[in-house]
């Protein structure tokens, strides 16, 4: 049986979550999520102030969507309590972002500003110039517009000018050697 798929999640004070026609539905402080499981084989049961995810075939498929379906759960249960953060920061001389209501404008090196639009559900704050902070219930969403913001200008080896993650480590390329 899976490892992942076997630990049950339990439901924090103040969260609801309901189990209906192969939808998933979680209600808390900071949201309300939702989640469709695709797969026949996969049950959810809410009892106790646990949610338990099982399966009831052993088929290769079924046994590698047990563990993810548990994961999306409980990475719905935390974001409606406390929302996922993903730090992006701006490297580069004379390169700035700012943000304006839900649009993110960053100079990052072209002849024009770059504007990005924020999904529902998303909140981009820029702390300073160089900071970026994407937040937001669902972390899949989160990650997603962070890593399509970074996709705007990737880091380049041999400076380091670009967008990175916070927690990211670039490895500079040594330049060309003279004679």
Known sequence: MSRIGRLPVTIPAGV?????????TVKGPKGTLTRQIQDRYITVKV???????ERSREDKSVKSKHGL????????????VTPFSRTLIVNGVGWKAAVSG????MNIGYSHP???????GITITCPDQNTIVVSGVDKELVGQTAATIKSKRPVEPYHSYGLR?????VVLKEGKKGK
Not at 69 to 80: A, D, K, S
Not at 102 to 105: D, G
Not at 165 to 169: A, G, L, P, R, T
């Open 16 to 24: 609801t979550v309901d189990y209906k026609d192969n939808v998933v």
């Open 47 to 53: 009892e106790g102030g646990e949610v338990h995810v």
């Open 69 to 80: 379906y548990r994961q999306l759960i409980f990475n719905m249960v935390t974001g409606v």
């Open 102 to 105: 839900n649009k993110l404008t």
């Open 114 to 120: 770059v504007d990005y639009i924020a999904p529902q």
């Open 165 to 169: 993650y916070s927690d990211e480590v």
